[in-house]
């Protein structure tokens, strides 16, 4: 038996990065993972490892695609959900990403980013929420994990739809926690620091690698190491803890370290 026997969960965004170990090791402690992303053939190597992980744990995992972007999209994703797992215990909030424009200062900022920025970070986890708190009320106990980002506390130039998402994800985390307790739903943010993706820092130069090095008081972050967090945060071993926001940044947030994006 591992450490999320018998939970069933959703992880949005996890055909790679931080979303991608998060599913594997949900499914390496025992429980029964549906995938989202929107490439279908990362999203079946992902489903693949998943199991082979989870076999000796009794995990599994299934890839179901969908635009978070829509209402309707986000309400069937886990309409799908249900059906295929039979039930949702947890919920993690991990999709990111908006398509075309780029970020700025505020200065000047594009609307239509602005909102759409607004709506993949802290609308859709809304969406997926609001559905999956009846399926979580019904098994009489539910765990939101939402993945934010350090930048809500601490932004840098130039990334304020970000920052202002994330922060609004946040605030939505504590909401969450404070109108479910009661009903034995948990929900608590998890915010990851600078953590090295395969792809975005294959090229990675020894001298941007010493850079975000100081960064941290401990070491560079990994997808691993998020998780290993999202995986106390979603168990019972946090029954405890609600409307938290755990800084998983390496000591960076509280050390002499540089502040770089």
Known sequence: MGRMDGELALVTGSTSGI???????????????VVHGRDEARGQAT??????????????????????????????????????????????????????????????????????????????????????????????HG??????SRQA??????????????????????SLAVEYAKHNIRCNTLSPGFVVNVRRDAEMTPERRKQVEAMHLTRLGNARDAAFAAVYLASRESEFLTGINLQLDGGSSIGRAASLG
């Not at 979303?19 to 993972?33: D, W």
């Not at 506390?153 to 504590?174: D, F």
Request: hydrophobic fraction near 50%; proline fraction near 4%; charge should be negative.
């Open 19 to 33: 979303g991608q170990a998060i599913a594997i090791e949900f499914a390496a402690e025992g429980a029964k993972v």
């Open 47 to 140: 489903v693949a490892e998943a199991r082979e992980v989870g076999r000796t744990a009794g995990g599994d995992a299934w890839f179901l695609p969908a635009d978070l972007t829509r209402e309707d999209t986000c309400t069937q994703l886990l309409a799908d959900t249900v059906e295929q797992l039979g039930g949702l215990t947890v919920l993690v909030n991990n999709a990111v990403g908006v398509q075309g424009g780029r970020d700025s200062i505020v200065g000047d900022m594009d609307t239509a980013y602005w909102e759409a920025a607004l709506r993949m970070n802290a609308t859709a986890p809304m969406f997926l929420c609001r559905a999956a708190l009846p399926h979580m009320l019904a098994a009489g």
């Open 143 to 148: 765990a939101i994990v939402n993945v934010s």
């Open 153 to 174: 506390e601490r932004p840098s130039p130039g990334m304020a739809a970000y920052a202002a998402s994330k922060g609004a994800l946040n605030a939505l985390t504590r």
